[in-house]
């Protein structure tokens, strides 16, 4: 289905969502830092990020975004934060989010947003996949 690269300094939320997005017939890729973050993004060529917004570094989940954007312009892009949302669009410095999920936010809510956010990098390439 599509190439998913999941940022998560919390390794049992980062494993279930990989898993859950794994049996949905994903190819996930996961990284719990920044650089490591735009490594693994750089030779993966994800078509959907899935950030925490706040990581163990002194980057956010934005500054991935905006890096791996650079290089991969239709990249699909889902942060999540324990802050709020609205707050949050004002910093993402050009970014282009898809969704800003609130914790806590529920496995369904983020497999849908996934769902959610594929089909609007496939439609904005044409429907191709």
């Keep these: 289905m599509a190439r998913v690269l999941i940022v998560e300094d919390e390794l049992l939320s980062a494993r279930v969502l990989s898993t859950a997005l794994t049996r949905g017939g994903h190819e996930v890729r ?66 282009r989010v898809f969704k800003i999920l609130e914790k806590p936010c529920g496995l369904d809510e983020v497999l849908g947003a996934v769902d959610d956010c594929l089909a609007s990098v496939q439609a904005q390439r044409g429907g191709a996949a």
């Design 30 to 95: 996961l990284a719990a830092r920044a650089d490591e973050a735009i490594r693994v993004g750089n030779d993966f060529e994800p078509e959907v990020l899935i950030s925490d917004w706040m990581l163990k570094s002194e980057q956010t989940g934005a500054d991935v975004a905006r890096e791996l954007q650079r290089v991969f312009p239709d990249l699909g892009v889902l942060l999540i934060t324990g802050l709020g949302a609205s707050e949050l669009r004002e910093e993402t410095g050009g970014v």
